[in-house]
């Protein structure tokens, strides 16, 4: 490779970071507007834990909202029953401890 495709390789990753940040800026302004800010925290949180579930979600409230089906702002609890919905009703896994004698 030479200088000029190593700068354009360069130019292209850029552009692709850039564009992946505009994306998440915009998911961030919507759900400011869409869910109250302790439905927010947890979105937060389930983007930290568990990103594909998270983009599922986003997706999900962003068709909400557009056909229309969304009456003011999203609490946690709805978001709970909408994870719970995409997550399939699975368990979370339980931790059990028992200690020898």
């Given at each position: 490779m030479d200088e000029g495709q190593l700068e354009e390789?360069?130019?292209k990753k850029l552009?692709?970071?850039q564009q992946a940040q505009a994306m998440?800026?915009?998911k961030k302004?919507?759900?400011k507007n869409?869910?109250?800010?302790?439905?927010y925290e947890r979105l937060m949180n389930v983007?930290?834990?568990n990103p594909e579930l998270y983009d599922q979600l986003i997706s999900?409230?962003?068709y909400l909202f557009?056909?229309?089906q969304v009456k003011g702002k999203i609490g946690e609890a709805q978001v709970l029953q909408l994870l719970s919905k995409l997550s399939g009703g699975r368990r979370e896994p339980t931790i059990t401890v028992s200690r020898r004698k």
């Open positions: 390789l360069r130019q552009q692709e970071i998440d800026t915009q302004l919507l759900l869409l869910v109250e800010p302790k439905a983007r930290l834990a999900l409230l962003a557009k056909s229309g």
